[in-house]
C-alpha cells in the first residue's frame, strides 16, 4: 500500500511582502514544519493567472503547456496533463481537483486545466464579487475537508481558493484584502484539520504544499513586470522537506515535480518537467 500523500492549496494572488503583517498561523503552521520561499514568475511567463497555475500544477512552461492567458484555448495539456489526471491515468492513485474557477474545471472558456482526476468538484460563485467569492471558497473549503476526511482512497489533492485575487481586483490590496488572505489561511487550516481526522492519518504521510501564483499592485491588478506583481510563493512541508531555509531557486513549475517525487515516482524524461523536486532544487545541478 502507498503511504505517500500529496495536497496542493492553491490561493490566488496573496502578495509575499504583506505575509509577515497578517495573522496566517496556519501557513506559518507549514513554514515552520518546511519552509516558505520567494518564487519569482519568469520572464516567459504571462503575470494572469492561467499561464501560472498551469505552470504550478503541470510542471512544465508556457511554451509547452500553451496557456497564455485567462482563456485557455489552444492548450496542449494531453501532452502535458496535470499533476492530478497524470496520477490517475498513468499511476492508479485516486487523485481530486476542486475550486470555483471556472476555465480550472469546466470545459468553458477553453479549459478544463484538470482534464481528468479521479474526482471532480467545482462549485461556482454566485457572483463575481469578492462577497460571491468568499462564499465559494468556503464551500470548497467545507467540501474539499469532507472529502479529506472521509474518503479513505485518496493519493493527491489539489484545492483552489480564488477570493483574495477577486478581492484586490475590486478594492485593491487594502484592508478588505488583508482580511480576506486572513480568511484564506482559515480555509487552509479547516482543509489541514480534515487531514487529521483521516481514518488513516497515522499510517499516512502528507506532504503539504501551499502556493500563490502571482501578486498584485496596491491598487489591484496584475500583468507587467512590477516586483510586487512578479513575486509569488510557495510554502511546503512533508517527508522529503527538512525544516529551514527554503531551498535557492524555487520555481512554479517545481510544485508538479515535487507532487511526484513525494509519492516515490521518478518522472519519465518525456513528460520533459522543467520543475525539480524541492529537495533536489537545494542541491546545485
Ligand atoms: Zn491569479
Known sequence: MNTRRILVVGIDGVRLDLLPSLHTPRLDEVAAAGFLGRVEIDAA?????????????????????????????????????????????????????????????????????FTAPSRLSYIAPTADTPEGWEDCDQAVADEAARVLATIPDLDAAFVYFGAVDETAHFLGCGPEYRSSAETADRRLGQVLDALRRRPGYAEEEWTVIVVTDHGHRDEGGHGGRSEEVVTAWIAACGPDIPAGPAPAGLRHADVAAHAYSALGIAPDPHWSLDGQPFTAAAVPA
Not at 89 to 99: K, Q
Open 45 to 113: 511567463t504571462p503575470t494572469m493567472s492561467g499561464p501560472c497555475w498551469a505552470t504550478i500544477v503541470t510542471g512544465v512552461s508556457v511554451a509547452k503547456h500553451g496557456i497564455w492567458g485567462n482563456r485557455f484555448d489552444g492548450h496542449r495539456l494531453d501532452v502535458f496533463p496535470d499533476f492530478t489526471t497524470r496520477l490517475a491515468a498513468e499511476h492508479g492513485r485516486r487523485t481530486l481537483a476542486i475550486g470555483g474557477w471556472t476555465p480550472m474545471f469546466l470545459a468553458r472558456e477553453g479549459g478544463p486545466l
